[in-house]
């Protein structure tokens, strides 16, 4: 069992920057891949960004290539979702996503944080 709790949503301008982070507690936390996701209102839950357990593979969406960076500190078994040049379109839910198989991460984890919010303003 994992759980995860994502902090450091909250309302940005336009172009500016915001960090993520999601805490991942239990008893397979540290052996766990994790992954960022975002649900804007009225669209399905799309993949941004994963991260293995040991930090050494790394793949993101293209369409957050060059603006968001995925990161993970063991010690503290959290993951960063480092965002920059914010458009309004990236406005939503940003959920945290925790799986055994890396390969499958991104299109079903075994475990979700409950989300943060994220608004950025034109």
């Known amino acids: 069992q994992v759980e995860l709790v994502e902090t450091g949503g909250g309302l940005v301008q336009a172009g500016g920057s915001a960090r993520l982070s999601c805490a991942a507690s239990g008893r397979s936390a540290t052996m766990t891949h994790l992954a960022w996701f975002s649900q804007a209102p009225g669209k399905e839950r799309q993949f941004l960004a994963m991260?293995?357990?040991?930090?050494?593979?790394?793949e993101y969406a293209d369409f957050v290539k060059g603006r968001f960076t995925i990161s993970r500190d063991k010690d503290k078994n959290t993951v960063y979702l480092q965002m920059s040049s914010l458009k309004p379109e990236d406005s939503g839910i940003y959920y945290c996503?925790?799986?055994?198989?890396?390969?499958?991460?991104?299109?079903?984890?075994?475990?979700w944080g409950q989300g943060t919010q994220v608004t950025v303003s034109s």
């Open positions: 991260i293995d357990w040991s930090g050494s593979r790394i």
């Open positions: 996503g925790a799986g055994k198989l890396f390969s499958q991460l991104r299109v079903g984890p075994n475990y």
